[in-house]
């Protein structure tokens, strides 16, 4: 046995648990590749990130006795890496962190998914995941399990991608021209047509201007701002004309096969200038010469350096070594991804510089209007020293009265071709600004429906005129047609007529003269959302198709009739007609102008806003207005919650409008059902003008409560909220036992007289020829030999009391009758004063065990206490005489009984009714009634059953429906029950 033992030691690594990832951006705009750059991806997706154990094993010590285990671990992980918007052509140059692959490449494990529509879902987590499977249609993006090493976080990568449009240009980069295009088509405008874009396509592949995306730029842009963009950094202007986007290189040298433009449009000369302020044909601007610069620098990314940022500089020699150094701010052109194009640029720009210092300004009238940006001109003007000088339109203004101000900046002189257009041989077009517009013809005026003014007493002018210089007139009013103010203007001509046939209630086509212009189709929701309103006679009404007939009508099909509050009318034929829209003056009226009559008159101006018509000069039209008012917005919904002590608490939802002129609120109530605001009761004198409303006005019973809106001018909103409350029985300050002995045909009364068909109770009839003694053979003149002799009878019943409390008798007697009640059975068990009193006496076998004798019979006068299990007997003696008829038509008892009550908020009873949960036991119902409902049909309760408590809801035809409720029950304890 050796004297040494074995040591074995084991270093283990510690292992991280989470994956660490800082390139994942939720909402982050999602790039597009035209031509080639460098992306920094985003990650989408990561999954199974997993660590893979490594054992290393090392002997030391003498003989080799102890053993050292190192345990470290690498980590892999699944990633989606999204680039940017696909299809892409490929994937070049791949950056991990400092080293620089090439793809494809095994070593990475990453795979391209180039962002086709119909490409599919990443095999790896179809397989694994497939719940969260996704193709990412049109996402270009990699996809791999990579290694992370021995880190848990994700490495720094980057990709070069070679994106859309490649065949353009040179395979890597695109032309400008096409890039253009292809913003155009992602915004719409794949149809606009571009004058100049084939010769502009031509300049930047001979000028080898070609461009990609930039790689830095990853904000959303507008496609204006790109589109100038590109225009700046390849020197074109680019701008609109006539309807088209145009497109112009401002190069003046020749590349490759492509030559610039150097036709003159004009050779101008002092005869075709307009003389500016102080009488000088062109004014110039001339740049400092400190701002003449001579070294350009322009920054690029220099695709050949990992897309890093770089500057080139182009600088004039020989300026410099006259006037030294003068450095212009660097220009940012990272479209640019060579050195050759950013030197080419900054040599363009370099020769702008020193040849456009000079920039011109001069007027011309409208037989130049066809100049526009890129045109060259020749400019002479011997009183400032200028002489054949060429020079490019750079900018258009042009004023009202049609004067053309041109700014140009000058060009290098040289071989120019002759001027293209000539002038001066012809006699110089003059623009008459003062033509007669002519007069407006007799207007429309009229009063739309409330709902489609915005302000009250609106009143809507429109008319038109005839003469083709007509452009437009002011609107004046007087109420004394002597002094007018003016109401507005009329830019318009405003499209009205007359019904060339009448138009019934329930028509859904006119035919109508129109007075000029012409009607437009639409769809069945424009009309019935009345884009095509027309205004006839009070109503407004929409049509859906129109056709212009061979006799010059219009006719008009598909008409939604009654709309904006108005209601379907019939109208004769020669009925005035108006499409209502922008040609129409709108203007509210004054409450002092409303029924009485108003002069408007109409001042025609010509197309230049000049030669406007004299107040004196034209016709007075008069016209009474009405008055119009808007109404104020219909209040939403009315709620209503029972407070205690019969306080109820009213709020309401309202939209209150812009701008608010809200003077409070009405609320007013009906008895019973009857939703009715002409009958309804003001709840309050004044208006309601803050929520909650607390009132206590509305009593007991079944009532409607309704509200509306009034605004400022005491104006109602046109339509009620309201809300249906307290339906059912009625709720009792004290609860009453009631016993009805009327029920039934007075079936628990015990009488001797007799009930006929009317329910109540009358004396037997015997008739008889001579009457009680003492009485006369006839008793008038008029007197019947035989006549009716009414019998007296007795009606008895009883009942037993539920509960102790006051009792009370109320009758509805005709004739006369006396009514008494006793206590029956009011005896003990034993006499109170014989406690020792045997169970029968001995000399009594025959004695009863409680003392029968009852209660005296008492007159019934006023309320007395009984207990519960009283038996109470009630009498009615009928003095009946021979004459006179003695009728019981009601009878009831009643106990005071102390009260209990339950409320149930938002009950759902189903249609066949429920049981109410009731918690009070032993307990008999007295009433049940609503409190509320929820927008149902229910408008009643019915109770199937008092004890238990059943109800139902009934609808207005007493149908059982369902329904959500707040119900109140009312009842008392059975004591007989309870004992």
Request: aromatic fraction near 12%; charged fraction near 25%.
């Amino acid at each position: 046995m050796g004297l040494l033992k074995s040591h074995n030691t084991t270093i283990r690594e510690n292992k991280i648990s989470d994956f660490e990832v800082s390139t994942a951006q939720y909402g982050s705009t999602v790039p597009e590749v035209l031509g080639t750059t460098r992306v920094s991806p985003n990650v989408i997706y990561w999954d199974d990130f997993t660590s893979h154990e490594h054992k290393t094993s090392q002997k030391s010590g003498k003989g080799g006795h102890s053993k050292t285990t190192q345990i470290t671990y690498t980590y892999t992980v699944a990633v989606i890496l999204a680039l940017c918007e696909g299809p892409v052509s490929g994937i070049g140059k791949i950056w991990k962190d400092k080293n620089i692959y090439q793809y494809p490449n095994e070593e990475l494990g990453l795979t391209l998914f180039s962002g086709t529509s119909d490409q599919k879902p990443w095999a790896y987590v179809s397989g694994k995941h497939p719940n969260k499977a996704l193709a990412y249609s049109g996402l270009a993006y990699m996809a791999g399990v990579i290694d992370l090493g021995d880190a848990g976080s994700m490495p720094q990568y980057n990709f070069e991608v070679k994106g859309k449009l490649l065949d353009t240009g040179d395979g890597v980069d695109v032309n400008p021209a096409d890039y253009i295009l292809y913003i155009l088509s992602k915004i719409g405008l794949s149809s606009l047509q571009i004058d100049g874009i084939d010769n502009y396509r031509k300049y930047c592949k001979e000028a080898d201007m070609l461009i990609s995306t930039p790689s830095d730029d990853t904000d959303a842009k507008a496609a204006r701002d790109i589109i100038n963009d590109i225009a700046t950094i390849t020197n074109a202007y680019i701008f609109w004309s006539n309807d088209k986007l145009k497109i112009v290189p401002r190069a003046d040298r020749s590349v490759g096969s492509w030559t610039p433009d150097k036709t003159i449009r004009y050779n101008l000369g002092p005869d075709d200038f307009i003389p500016q302020d102080g009488g000088v044909c062109i004014s110039y601007a001339r740049k400092e010469s400190s701002e003449v610069y001579n070294r350009i620098s322009v920054e690029f990314l220099n695709r050949s350096n990992g897309y890093e940022k770089e500057i080139v500089n182009y600088q004039d020699n020989d300026d410099i070594k006259e006037h030294g150094v003068r450095q212009a701010s660097t220009v940012s052109a990272h479209y640019l991804y060579t050195k050759t194009r950013a030197v080419k640029l900054a040599e363009e720009l370099c020769r702008k510089n020193k040849y456009e210092r000079v920039k011109y300004t001069f007027k011309l009238d409208w037989a130049f209007c066809r100049l526009e940006p890129g045109d060259l001109v020749m400019l002479n003007d011997p009183a400032m020293g200028i002489e054949n000088q060429p020079a490019m339109i750079d900018s258009v203004t042009e004023a009202t009265n049609g004067v053309l101000t041109f700014t140009a900046i000058s060009r290098a002189k040289g071989v120019y071709s002759e001027a293209e257009y000539n002038v001066h041989e012809n006699e110089r077009p003059l623009i008459d600004f003062n033509p007669d517009p002519g007069s407006c013809e007799p207007p429309m005026i009229f009063q739309p429906p409330a709902l489609m003014t915005d302000a009250d007493n609106e009143v809507w002018l429109g008319t038109w005129g005839k003469n083709p210089n007509w452009g437009g007139c002011s609107v004046w009013v007087s109420d004394t047609n002597e002094y007018y103010r003016k109401l507005g203007t009329i830019d318009y001509r405003a499209r009205y007529g007359t019904l060339a046939a009448p138009l019934e209630i329930e028509d859904t086509s006119l035919e109508m003269v129109l007075n000029q212009g012409e009607f437009t189709s639409v769809d069945a929701t424009s009309a019935k959302n009345g884009d095509t309103v027309m205004y006839i006679d009070g109503e407004a009404l929409s049509y859906q198709t129109a056709e212009l007939l061979d006799n010059g009508h219009w006719k008009l099909f598909g008409l939604v009739r009654g709309q904006f509050g108005s209601d379907p009318e019939y109208h004769p034929t020669g009925t005035q007609i108006a499409r209502c829209d922008e040609a129409f003056l709108r203007s509210g009226l004054k409450n002092a102008y409303i029924g009485k009559t108003v002069y408007f008159k109409f001042t025609a101006f010509n197309v230049f806003g000049g030669m406007e018509q004299s107040l004196a000069d034209v016709q007075a039209y008069p016209f009474i207005p009405k008055s119009v008012q808007i109404l104020p917005p219909d209040v939403e919904v009315l709620n209503v919650e029972k407070m205690s002590s019969s306080i109820r608490r009213y709020w309401w939802k309202y939209t209150y409008p812009d701008p608010n002129d809200i003077a409070g609120f009405i609320l007013k109530y009906t008895q019973g059902k009857e939703l009715n605001w002409e009958t309804g009761i003001a709840v309050q004198e004044g208006l309601i003008t803050t929520q909650p409303y607390e009132t206590q006005t509305i009593r007991q019973g079944t009532h409607a409560v309704m509200i509306k809106a009034v605004d400022t001018n005491g104006n109602e909103s046109k339509n009620f909220a309201y809300c249906l409350l307290d339906m059912g029985d009625l709720l009792q300050e004290n609860v009453l036992f009631d016993k009805d002995f009327g029920a039934a045909g007075f079936a628990d009364v015990k009488n001797n007289g007799t009930v006929l068909s009317d329910g109540y109770i009358h004396a037997v009839n015997s008739t008889k020829m001579w009457h009680e003694k003492g009485r006369k053979f006839w008793s008038t003149k008029d007197a019947k030999m035989w006549d009716s002799s009414f019998q007296s009878y007795i009606a008895n019943c009883q009942f037993k009391a539920p509960a102790s409390g006051q009792f009370w008798l109320t009758t509805d007697i005709e004739g006369p009758a006396v009514v008494y009640y006793r206590l029956a059975l009011n005896s003990s068990f034993w006499p109170a004063n014989k406690a020792d009193a045997s169970f029968w006496t001995t000399q009594k076998k025959n004695a009863n065990v409680w003392d029968t004798t009852a209660d005296l019979w008492k007159q019934w006068s006023d309320k007395v206490e009984v207990r519960a299990g009283d038996d109470i007997q009630i009498k009615v003696e009928a003095k009946n005489n021979s004459y006179q008829e003695t009728i019981i038509k009601g009878l009831h008892a009643y106990v005071d009984v102390p009260d209990r009550q339950e409320h149930f908020e938002d009950l759902a009873v189903p249609a066949e009714g429920m049981e109410l949960p009731i918690t009070t036991p032993f307990y008999e119902t007295t009433a049940v009634h609503i409190d509320a409902v929820q927008d149902d049909d229910a408008v009643t309760v019915k109770v199937l059953s008092k004890t238990p408590c059943v109800i139902a809801l009934l609808d207005s035809t007493g149908k059982q429906v369902a329904g959500t409720v707040d119900i109140t029950w009312q009842g008392f304890v059975n004591e007989l029950l309870e004992g």
